[in-house]
């Protein structure tokens, strides 16, 4: 079966200060690959997503980025972290043409 | 971008009574999905609907999508504590294209 992974579970930054979540994807090979961002108990709002090593298809301009160096890893950044950019990070991947399965979450705060 | 709105935002029920949830949008979805999900967790999926009048049952939970595909509900019946959390519903216009509603926070009190 599936298994996915977000690391770290918490985080608090201060602005200014670089960031990077790790997220990885076991039981499956060329997954696609999602970032997401959920504020306060809302809606998800999709920001990356991946097909392939390498491909990166961005959703939602910002100071984020994302890259897949890995088949199974994807990891989202940031050179220099807003106030506006704390949340619920959520990564997710599914089969080509399947519906998201979520990670545990990140949950991010810029201070 | 296309927006799906999930009615009521909150709803706060007492344990045994049944509920309806909904989400609506302008826009025809291919697919459908409704999702549950516990604070400080992601969103686990319940459900995927995918044909227009569709009904899909589990267990005490009904959920239907619109004959034109642009609505779905969802109905709780008996509802239990367990059932506490926020319900997101999420429509799929093709591949890699999830767009998720607002969502609705529903608590169930003993």
Known sequence: SQTIHQWPATLVQPVGSPLSLECTVEGTSNPNLYWYRQAAGRGLQLLFYSVGIGQISSEVPQNLSASRPQDRQFILSSKKLLLSDSGFYLCAWSSPRGTPDFGPGTRLTVT | ?110
């Open chain 2, 1 to 110: 971008t296309q927006l799906l709105e999930q009615s009521p935002q909150f709803l706060s029920i007492q344990e045994g009574e049944n509920l309806t949830v909904y989400c609506n949008s302008s826009s025809v979805f291919s697919s459908l999905q409704w999702y549950r999900q516990e604070p400080g967790e992601g969103p686990v999926l319940l459900v995927t609907v995918v044909t227009g009048g569709e009904v899909k049952k589990l267990k005490r939970l009904t959920f239907q999508f619109g004959d034109a595909r642009k609505d779905s509900s969802l109905h709780i019946t008996a509802a239990q504590t367990g059932d506490t959390g926020l319900y997101l519903c999420a429509g799929s216009a093709g591949a890699n294209n999830l767009f998720f509603g607002t969502g609705t926070r529903l608590t169930v009190i003993p």
